[in-house]
């Protein structure tokens, strides 16, 4: 059974539905206003593989999560763009499908979006005020009230001193814009300012919008109810955005809100923060035009523990291509062993879960905290054991289907091993010359000759025996 660290209770626990049929789970999704980074898909990535693992290992899933298309980046931006705030979130909504389909991520079973959601907010907010929890102040926007919860800070592990400590820098920066009665109070309803333009909507409190925080405790009420099993989104919405929803939900709803939480940590680029302004915020289309397909970024993003920052590299995305050229060669071995044609559909496995066979140990690894880095090793370890010992014809079809039970745990697709590309011949002269350069420690001609080699489109990776050759 699946094991997972709960950042509410800082310990490992076994992920089980509470009705022990169906694992009923929300995630925070994409803000569209944009293409969705390389980060935002780490987060996605790995909800997806938690996904996967709970449906293979038995349970049924209700996997929500919601589109924030209605805040102050989608309504800034598609004024830039001089278009409706629909149209525009749709263009970028679109987008995000069609990324999350090349990375392999199963679609949501709901995806309720903020904006179609309104009724749904407002009543939360009025339940709010009338069980005295939030307050609307005289510009017409709405707090809530953080002193009337004394729960507050709890997932986030904030002690008193340094909610105190909060409280006074907030005080700093919001008390110019905000009229509140406790600095901390965060704002459930917005009242309208001129410049969110005709995006508004009607309310007892007067025009405005919703808080971001809200949307999420009314999607999570009206599909998953007020007691739900796992909530899940990248660390930094631990704080705030997640505090926000449990006391909003708990305080509007009552029951226990999300029974277990699954944070993933930060894909790093080059060592450091991705960002807009330092140039180094990757999509998969920036990646797609150096080359590097989506199922070698999945790969990268699958081949860090969630636990730990992760740091992207084009390297790493170089490794990641020739270790899917590497499973796809052993997959072929395997499968022609086996006497099979086509791989099995993910569906096909989730409803005959076959035993993992050789790969039982890289499930484990799954299982215990979602280790896909120690489960991508024991895949690895599994293949070379099958070059000193191939299994015997009548074990090949088990090890074949293991090794696709696991392959579609982590939801790697894998390139047909018949289309990996031979080098040509000037590529190979030029890898040639580059290893005598080495050999001879001359590393500035050897990295003159691997520049070389990327603008004709060829990665270099060198290993123990020589180099190998990859196509960008
Ligand atoms: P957003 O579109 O900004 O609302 O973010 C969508 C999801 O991506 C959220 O769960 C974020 O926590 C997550 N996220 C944002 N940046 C990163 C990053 N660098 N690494 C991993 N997850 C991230
Ligand atoms: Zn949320």
Redesign the pocket.
């Known amino acids: 059974m699946l094991h997972l660290y709960d950042t509410q209770t800082m310990e490992l626990r076994p992920v089980e539905a509470e009705d022990g049929r169906q694992l009923r789970f929300y ?5 569209v206003y944009g293409p ?2 390389i ?2 898909f ?3 990535v790995m909800q997806d593989v938690f996904r996967r693992v709970v449906e293979l290992g038995g349970l049924r899933t209700k996997h929500v999560r919601n589109l ?1 298309d209605v805040d102050d980046k989608t309504i800034r931006d598609s004024q830039k763009a001089g278009m409706p705030l629909a149209g525009f979130t749709k263009i970028w909504t679109d987008k995000f499908h069609a990324d999350c389909q090349s990375l392999n991520c199963l679609p949501p079973h709901v995806e309720p979006s903020a904006v179609a959601h309104i009724p749904e907010q407002i009543a939360m907010v009025a339940e709010l005020i009338a069980k005295g929890y939030a307050y609307a102040s005289e510009d017409g926007s709405v707090y809530f009230r953080i002193s009337s919860f004394p729960e507050y800070g709890r997932l986030s592990h904030l002690d008193r001193r340094e909610l105190e400590l909060g409280k006074t820098a907030n005080a700093r920066a919001n008390t110019d814009e905000y009229e509140k009665d406790s600095v901390a109070d965060f704002v459930l309803w917005k009242a309208h300012k001129p410049e969110d333009g005709e995006n508004f909507w009607s309310s007892p409190w007067g025009d405005g919008r919703p808080g971001w925080h809200l949307e999420c405790s009314a999607m999570t009420h009206k599909y998953l109810g007020e007691t739900f099993d796992l909530h ?6 631990i704080f705030p955005h997640h505090e926000n929803e449990i006391a909003q939900s708990l305080c509007a709803c009552g029951g226990h809100f999300a029974r277990q939480w699954f944070h ?5 680029v080059n060592g450091g ?2 960002s807009k302004s330092l140039g180094n915020m990757f999509t998969l289309r920036d990646l797609e035009s150096k080359g590097f397909s989506a199922a070698a970024l999945r790969y990268t993003l699958v081949g860090g523990h969630y636990r730990r920052p992760l740091n992207f590299t084009l390297t790493s995305m170089a490794d990641a291509a020739a270790a899917l050229e590497r499973l796809a060669r052993a997959e072929k071995e395997l499968r022609q062993a086996a006497g099979e044609r086509e791989a099995p559909s993910y569906r096909h496995l989730v409803q005959t879960r076959p035993e993992p066979a050789s790969f039982q140990k890289a499930w484990e690894s799954l299982n215990d905290d979602l280790n896909t880095p120690e489960a991508l090793g024991c895949v690895f370890s599994a293949l070379k054991s099958f070059r000193l010992h191939p299994p015997a014809p009548e074990q090949a079809k088990a090890e074949w289907l293991g090794l696709h039970f696991i392959l579609a745990a982590l939801g790697l697709v894998l390139p047909d091993p018949d289309t990996v590309a031979e080098a040509p011949e000037n590529i190979r002269r030029l890898a040639e010359e580059r290893l005598a350069a080495r050999k001879a420690k001359n590393w500035a001609a050897s990295d003159a000759l691997r520049e070389k080699m990327a603008l004709l489109g060829w990665l270099v990776k060198d290993g123990r025996d020589g180099y190998e050759l990859y196509r960008q």
């Open positions: 995630c925070c999704g994409p803000t969705a980074h980060g935002n780490r987060t996605f924030t899940s989104g990248g660390i930094d919405l993933i940590a930060h894909l790093l923060k991705m």
